[in-house]
C-alpha cells in the first residue's frame, strides 16, 4: 500500500471515528426565585439534576430569593436543556466560621432551619422543571420546615 492511500484510510478512519465521542450538550440560561409563605428566600443553593444526561448546575439565591443557574463542573451559565429535579438546600443553616487560632466556630447554634428537609434529597424533592432553548424564570413556593 502506498503512502498515499494510507494517508486516505487513515482520514476516512479519522472522519468515521471522530463523530463516536461524547456530544456537545446544550445549555440554555435558566434562573428564578425561591418563596416561602409567598416572601423571597435568601440564602438558598439551587441545584439542578438532569432526568437524563448532563451536567448539574447550581445557584445561590440573593436578599430577593432570586438565582441564576450554572454548571457545577466548569461554571457555565446556565443549564441542560430537558427536564430535572430541583434540590433546595438551606445554606444558612450550615455556615461556619474559621476563628483566629483555626479552630472552626459554629454560627448556626439556635438556627432551624427554613424549609422542608424532602428539599434536600434528590429522590424525594417534589421539584421538577423543564429547561427549554428560549430560557427560563421559575417560581418554586416551597413549604416550610415542621418538626
Not at 465521542?21 to 440560561?29: D, F, K, Q
Not at 416561602?36 to 438532569?50: A, H, I, M, S, Y
Not at 445561590?60 to 443549564?79: C, M, Q, R, W
Amino acid at each position: 500500500m502506498s503512502t498515499r492511500e494510507r494517508t486516505v484510510w487513515a482520514l476516512l478512519a479519522l472522519a468515521v471515528f471522530s463523530g463516536c465521542g461524547e456530544s456537545e450538550l446544550t445549555l440554555a440560561n435558566a434562573g428564578g426565585a425561591i418563596l416561602l409563605d409567598g416572601k423571597p428566600l435568601e440564602n438558598v443553593r439551587v441545584e439542578f439534576w438532569p432526568v437524563t444526561e448532563g451536567p448539574q448546575s447550581a445557584g445561590l439565591t440573593n436578599e430577593e430569593g432570586k438565582f441564576v443557574l450554572a454548571t457545577i463542573d466548569d461554571d457555565k451559565p446556565g443549564a441542560v436543556l430537558g427536564k430535572h429535579k430541583v434540590v433546595l438546600r438551606d445554606v444558612s443553616i450550615v455556615e461556619k466560621f474559621m476563628g483566629r487560632a483555626g479552630g472552626e466556630m459554629d454560627l448556626t447554634k439556635g438556627k432551624k432551619p427554613r424549609i422542608s428537609s424532602k428539599y434536600a434529597n434528590v429522590t424525594l424533592t417534589p421539584l421538577e422543571a423543564e429547561v427549554t432553548a428560549d430560557g427560563q424564570d421559575l417560581k418554586f413556593e416551597v413549604e416550610p420546615f415542621k418538626k
